[in-house]
Structures are given as C-alpha cells and as structure tokens.
C-alpha cells in the first residue's frame, strides 16, 4: 500500500489563502440527494478547517453567480450529468475559476465506458472482453463469443440503472431493450466473477497520485445493483482488502488507468477480479461521493486519513 506523502494541511491562520470557497452540490441530477450528502459533509469539513466556505446549488441560480459572489474557487460535489460528465467544467474554465477534481476532457471520459474502455485496451490494460449491441446484433452469436452470464448495460448513465446480468440467451433482447431505454449505445460484457473492488486516487500526474487502499464491495445482492448502492445496509465493505503483493501490482494499474483518461485531483477506479485473481478495469468514476458512508473516506481512513485530510487534500489541488 502507498503510504500517502503528508500533506501540507493548513496550520492556524492559513486558511486564508483558499480564499472563498464555494461548495457546488445539490443540481438537478438523479443523484441530487447524495450529492446534497457528500457536499454537507464537504462543507463541514471546510468550515472546521477554519477556511471561508460555503454551500453553492445550481438548480437555484445560474453558475455565472460564483463570481458575482466573489468566490474564489469551487469544490464540485455534483453527481451526474453537468455536474460529472465535463460540462460544468468547460463553464468553469471560460469563467477561469479554478474548482476540484478532473477537467473537462477527463470528465467526458470517465463518463463514458466505452471511451474507457478503448483507451485502457489501447495501452494494453485489461478490460472485460466486450461487444456494442444494437437492434441488428446477432444476440446468439454475442452470447456464444462472450459466454453466460453476461453483462449488459448502458454506455452512458450510472448507479446501476439499466444494468443486467443475463443468465440465458432468452434473456438477452429484453435487456438489450432496458438498456437502450437510456443510451443509444449498449455494450455487453463478459461476466468476471472474482470479486468487485473500488479504488480511490488522489492527485495529478505532476506531483504525482496516491492510490489509497481499495475497498472490497461484497453485495448481498445478485450484483451491486441500485437497491444496493443506496437503500440496502447489508452490502459489506471490506478495508483494507488487498495482500501487499495484491496492492503492489493494482496499485500501478489504477494509477496508470487515472492517468490514461487525463485524471487529476481525485477520483476512484472500479475493477473486478477474475477467479484466477486477474484485475479487469471496470470504470472510471471522477465525482465521487463523500457522505461519511462513502468509499472515498472509506479508502482515506484506512491510510490513516481523517474525512477532513481527504478534503482538505482536494482543495489544495486548486492553489
Ligand atoms: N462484466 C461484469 N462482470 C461482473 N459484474 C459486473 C460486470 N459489469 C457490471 N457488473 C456489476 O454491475 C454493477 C454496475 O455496473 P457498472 O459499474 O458497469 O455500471 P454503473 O454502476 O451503472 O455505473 P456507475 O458506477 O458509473 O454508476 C457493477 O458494480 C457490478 O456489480
Ligand atoms: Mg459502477
């Protein structure tokens, strides 16, 4: 495990030179409510440090108010699309107001699976075998090259929603259908049955990443659908979950995958594990939640990281 290198956090009096900090949370997004969670615990965490911040909701004015208000920076903590997927961050860019996490390009494609994807496998990272549907695919030659179970699942979306794991070929059109619902493109995806981890990393390829410990995710569930995500309280996390020659050869494979979508600032990677133990990259996620539930603590902790440090962290990626 990478011991993360101490950071400078803030001594008394210096909390200053953050300026005014405006926590963006809330939107208009399926994921407000979680967002409108991460962002309290944000706040929180800001204002205990001592720094001038506060709470920004762009479903109730314009975001061309953050500098009418005079803030000088922006921690984003929006879920979703605008808030996720890049659009709010061009918007910070024209408007030259520095903000947290990724940039707009890494942003588009974090959200994106299929660019992920092609990306990783384009430098040789290991990705799940996997195929793009449409109304003409052949589905029984898609199951026959891909096996059973399959995933099938939207390129765009998240939390699950349109996702499912075929168990027959009947099965295959109906969920090609669900998935269509919400994206255009679908891909179907070989199932890796070895387990579900999910990695944060912080910091950008200048001063360098550091991958905190990954968090095993054991659903009670058939697969870590929405209703284990963010209703059931029976899906067990496991951190720290990696011997240290597991985190020795992830770790290099998560930094690498951060990288490879131009990440910075912070963001957590997905992978799953084959029975065999191979790592397959699974997505990409670049606004992760920071409810006190969340993996991003829960990875921080176990590096011996208060909530406040991570956030702290962050923020400083904006000076
Ligand atoms: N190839 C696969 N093999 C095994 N399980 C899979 C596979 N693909 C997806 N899953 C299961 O389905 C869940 C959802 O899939 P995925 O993470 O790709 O989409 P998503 O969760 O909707 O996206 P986001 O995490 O951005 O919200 C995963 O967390 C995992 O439990
Ligand atoms: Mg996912």
Redesign the pocket.
Known sequence: MAQPTPSPFPLPGSAQRYGKVAVVMGGTSAEREVSLMSGGGVLEALLERGIDAHAFDPRDKPIQALRDEGFDRAFLILHGPFGEDGTLQGVLETMGLPYTGCGVMASAIGMD?LRSKLIWRGLGLPV?DFELLDDASDLDAVAARLGLPL?V?PNI?????G?TKVKAVSELRAAYEEARRYDRVVLA?????GG?YSVPILGDAVAGYVVLPAIKIEPATE??DYQAKYFRDDTVYRCPCLSPEQAARIEPLIEKAFWAIGGRGWGRI?F?MDEAGEPYL??A?TAPGMTSHSLVPMGARAAGMSYEDVVLRILDTTL
Do not use: A, H, T
Request: proline share 4%.
């Open positions: 699976k799940p995933f699942k979306e998240g939390s699950s929603i996702v995806e070989k199932f890796v049955g579900e697969f870590y997905d799953l699974l997505e996620n």
